[in-house]
């Protein structure tokens, strides 16, 4: 069951940044956003003159407050292994390229690139007013020593798959060779990487953060110093590292100096929160802007504030049920498609997400580029389950239930108490598959 996620938005962010795309803040009716791509919603605030007052004090003045997970600590663009740690460093350090909401590649401080016909070479041209919150212009150096950085022998981190491909890499790494063929400074501004063979995917490789050569610069063998750098990062991004306390909150100053434009918002707080303090910090105006997994009673509860804008937008997760193909009933695939034509997957979902959230028949989101509506989607329809495990060999005995070669139809299914999950699932399941004669014993851990 693909399932939908909530960010809410404080009345201060939305009057800041987004009022105008969420039409009249009294309003309280959802709107379709996005429409071509997923069944995303905004509920808008109803009572806006309700925000707390510590939500409207002077000491939050351009002060923008995002709820997020703990991070990690790992404050840099080639070892940060969390989205949490990618969006501190997504803070501070710009790319070559960045990608616009369809995932398309776009420049970003490389003002443009060309690609060789034949696939393997890459030329990139860097805008010239780039410059580190430290004042120092970004040249192709920094480019090539943060690549090369990524070759480096004592390199442990989980970039190896962005260089791997470049002429030279596995000489570099086994110290054969004392640079990386295949990355050329040509002057102070152009860059080129040249691939052992072509990659499809190989220009989202340039996005990662630049690192200042001055001041990352470690010995070939070590990144001990980069390590120790950690929790003092530096780039050339819209903001700077003020702060970090861990497992409470990352805070970042403006860098004035940003080389597309002073930001905006002056500061902004990474705070962090999880699933039994977001609800508490947003009503009470602790945080301007969280994300909510969605349940009912979520959802009412954050409407209640009367202050909070919801963007109801679908998750990546998904719930699914997993066979254990090592038993002969499961190794048949009509069986299988059986045991799914013959479960109403929809009366579940709306039985326990009241609304919000979808039956999912693939693993892949609807939003993503890769989905395709062109699959099998094994609606609720018992009499084609019946249909297959007929078929399969299974026949109904005198009791309702299906046996073959004299062993009856039994599902042992393991799984956990004290969930309104299970104890939704597991009663609507056992109807529906004892409609089609397969029998459900549920094995509570």
Excluded at 55 to 82: C, H, M, Q, W
Excluded at 273 to 301: F, R, S, W
């Amino acid at each position: 069951m693909k399932k939908r996620t909530l960010s809410i938005l404080s009345l201060l962010l939305v009057s800041a940044m987004i009022f105008a795309s969420c039409g009249s803040s009294s309003s309280g009716k959802k709107s379709d956003i996005n429409k071509d791509k997923a069944t995303a919603q905004v509920i808008a605030a109803e009572a806006p003159e309700k925000l707390p007052a510590v939500a409207k004090s002077d000491a939050r003045k351009d002060t923008l407050i995002v709820g997020t997970t703990a991070p990690e600590g790992k404050f840099n663009p080639i070892y940060s292994s969390s989205v949490y740690d990618s969006w501190v460093v997504g803070l501070i350090m710009d790319g070559m390229t960045t990608n616009d909401p369809e995932g398309e590649p776009q420049p970003l401080v490389a003002k443009d690139w060309k690609i060789s016909e034949d696939g393997k070479t890459y030329t990139f041209h860097l805008n010239k007013n780039v410059k580190f919150s430290d004042g120092k212009s970004v040249t192709a150096d920094d480019v090539a020593f943060t690549y090369t950085a990524m070759c480096d022998p004592s390199y442990d981190g989980p970039r190896a798959d962005a260089v791997e491909k470049l002429v030279g890499y596995k000489e570099y790494k086994n110290g054969s060779a004392t640079s990386v063929e295949g990355i050329k400074v040509v002057d102070k501004n152009t860059i080129t990487f040249t691939l052992t063979e072509p990659k499809a995917p190989a220009i989202y490789d340039f996005a990662y953060g630049i690192m200042e050569k001055d001041y990352y610069n470690f010995e070939k063998g070590n990144m001990q110093k980069i390590k120790d750098l950690f929790k003092k990062p530096m780039g050339c991004g819209p903001y700077k590292l003020k702060e970090y306390k861990p497992g409470q909150e990352v805070v970042f100053e403006r860098n004035d100096n940003y080389w597309r434009g002073k930001p905006k918002i002056a500061n902004i707080i990474m705070k962090v929160t999880n699933a039994q303090t977001n609800i508490q910090e947003l009503t009470t105006g602790g945080v301007d802007i969280d994300t909510v997994a969605v349940k009912p009673e979520n959802v009412e509860m954050l409407k209640r504030a009367g202050f909070l804008n919801l963007n109801i937008y679908p998750a990546n997760n998904y719930g699914y049920i997993g066979w254990n193909m090592r038993l002969p009933m499961f190794a048949d695939k009509n069986v299988r498609k059986a045991l799914v034509y013959g479960f109403n997957r929809k009366g579940f979902v709306d039985a326990y997400y009241k609304g919000y959230a979808d039956v999912c028949n693939s693993p892949i989101s609807p939003v993503s580029w890769a989905y395709s509506e062109d699959i099998d989607k094994y609606d609720y329809d018992p009499q084609k389950a019946e249909e297959l495990l007929d078929a399969a060999g299974w026949k109904k005995g005198s009791d309702g239930f299906r046996y073959k070669d004299g062993k009856k139809f039994t599902i042992h299914w393991l799984t956990y108490t004290g969930s309104k999950y299970v104890d939704t699932l597991i009663p609507l399941l056992k109807n529906d598959w004892q409609k089609i004669g397969v029998e459900v014993i549920p094995e509570l851990m």
